[in-house]
């Protein structure tokens, strides 16, 4: 085991569950944020905030002092409608890169998305490849949409389901993929801590349903008790004009809603699972118990 663990993107949704996680198992986590005022609550887990922005390389020498693994769970996303940051992510990863080589981090831990062909999941893959690049070993862990109450994949389900009762979707509904609890892909990335671990590799995570878009939003229908929507599927709905749709009806943003929507236009099922076959063995979360769990979170919040 190591000593003290960084989670660079700790006020994103997984990167604070993790970074609780950690710390509630008596880890020394150090969170790593651009905005450290936003990470408040982490400090009250008992984490240690350190300010880190990996634009500004100056910054990471200092928040990786002391660090053996460290987490980048960063990713722009478009965020506001901003199309350029592939470049942007780019720049990030290959200045942390260097900073973990420079303050002698043993490893880097990297969560990106299963399968390839959209701008989102090409960008993704590409930041696991600079990191790659790097003197540091990666853990990159490859995952499709995560199934939790502030994961924006399942948000958009959600928000679909509750609001709509009959939808034209687009033909990306109809694309398979392998959905994976927000509480799996935690205890996934914790596995790394373990420096022993022979997890400096791609590692395909999913969860033990394999099914479609459109299937998810039926089966979350069943678990919020209520009737699935009526679909009616057109080729012809385009990712922009989806993303369009989608943010007219559900709180998230446009700009995350394109590259997103244009992800789910391929394939993401595990196609190697001998990376999970690395991780220690455990029964994974069924699909139906995750969208039910993570959709009673929500509405209890």
Known sequence: MCSVIAVLGCTGYIGGLLARHLAAEGRDVAALARSPE????????GCEVRRADVLEPDTLGPAL?????????VHSMGRGGDRDFASRDQDGARNFAAAAAAAGVKRIVYLGGLGSGSEHLNSRHATAVTL???????AYYRAAAVIGAGSESFLTVYYLVRRLPAMVTPKWTTVRTQPIAAADVIADLAAATDLSAPLDRELQIGGPDVTTYGGMIDDLAKALDRRPPVRVTVPVLTPHLSSLWVGLVTPVDTGVARPLIEGLSHETVVTDPSGMEALPPRERIPLEQALREAAAELEGS
Do not use: I, T
Request: proline residues 4%; charged residues 25%; aromatic residues 8%.
């Open 132 to 138: 790659q690049a790097g003197e540091v070993p990666v």
């Open 38 to 45: 936003k990470a408040e609550d982490l400090a009250a887990a």
């Open 65 to 73: 002092a002391d660090v053996e693994v460290a987490y980048y769970l």
